[in-house]
């Protein structure tokens, strides 16, 4: 699958720090469909270099689709991840602190073809310019940073409210440039298995399709929380067949459940049998 395909409909986005290959592997292992092989956060800065060998080695042994995360614009240690994955295989870039236009659509430029990039919106001027980035050329998606947007704006990033005018952003900049729903941010408690499900739940609720995940415990119920629910899938089978029936008898109104079914509802009833499928797919 293109790093353009697999971004564009990756549910479980888990982060590998760089300079712990030994851990690439076990990332793998978990099922995510994408690994994010992390060069910013996770890495101190003197291990910047060798997290980026380490990165790079693995993409030249290892054709599996996966992510970088590299330094943000104006770190010291941007344009020498760059550099690196100009020469690598076309992989998922993720761009982290994304909020200057010009400088998103230079980085597409300096990646090889092929490449896909993830804009990370992790501030309030990057949630105010989010369309303007979901529009540039080579941004296939949306992803939130929730613990740095609340740091700026003073908040805890657990309150699901305080984020709420920002997630919201992120949909509807999403959805008017046409790319599919926004990646969630992190859970930070890794062993709370129910809070991360209504994390995700909540956050699927508004429209959001993915979600960054960092530890391999949380890719199956992060996944499981993404996927349409029995009920959904079943509605959603109904409509589709009460339309073509309708359709067939060259009816031009029908009924499911005592509710008119229309274009906008059986666009939904095939998002949902399409989510059903892929994550049928990529159950272990």
């Known amino acids: 699958m293109s790093a353009l395909a697999t971004a564009e409909t990756a549910a479980t986005w888990l982060f590998a720090p760089g300079d712990r290959p030994e ?46 995360r590299v330094n943000a614009v104006g770190t010291p ?30 980085l ?35 992803a939130l940073g929730t613990y740095d947007l609340a740091a700026q704006l003073g908040v805890d990033p657990d309150h699901a409210p305080a984020l709420a005018a920002a997630r919201a952003s992120l949909v509807l900049a999403s959805a008017a440039a046409g790319l ?14 129910q809070r991360l499900s209504d994390d995700v739940t909540a956050a699927a609720a508004v429209g959001f399709t993915g979600k960054l995940c960092i530890h391999p415990a949380q890719v199956v119920p992060a996944a499981a929380a993404l996927a349409p629910t029995p009920t959904e899938i079943d509605w ?11 359709d067939a008898a060259g009816e031009g109104v029908v009924l499911v459940d005592g509710r008119m079914v229309d274009a906008p509802v059986i666009a939904r009833a095939r998002r949902i049998t399409s989510c059903a499928s892929a994550s049928l797919r990529s159950t272990p």
């Open 23 to 68: 851990r690439f592997s076990k990332a793998a292992a978990a099922k995510a469909d994408l690994v994010v092989l992390d060069l910013e956060d996770a890495v101190a800065p003197t291990r910047k270099p060798e997290a980026r060998r380490n990165v790079v080695d693995w993409l030249s042994g290892h054709d599996a689709p996966c992510a970088v």
């Open 77 to 106: 240690w941007h344009e020498d991840d760059i550099a690196a994955l100009a020469t690598a295989r076309p992989v998922v870039v993720m761009a982290p602190k994304s909020e200057n236009t010009g400088a998103t659509t230079e």
């Open 108 to 142: 597409v430029r300096a990646l090889p073809v092929g490449t896909a990039v993830v804009a990370l919106i992790e501030s309030a001027l990057g949630v105010n310019r989010a369309q303007d980035l979901a529009e540039i050329d080579g941004v296939v998606r949306l």
């Open 180 to 193: 599919p729903g926004p990646v969630d941010g992190v859970t930070g408690d890794v062993h709370d298995t």
């Open 236 to 246: 959603s089978h109904r409509v589709l067949a009460a339309a073509a029936e309708a």
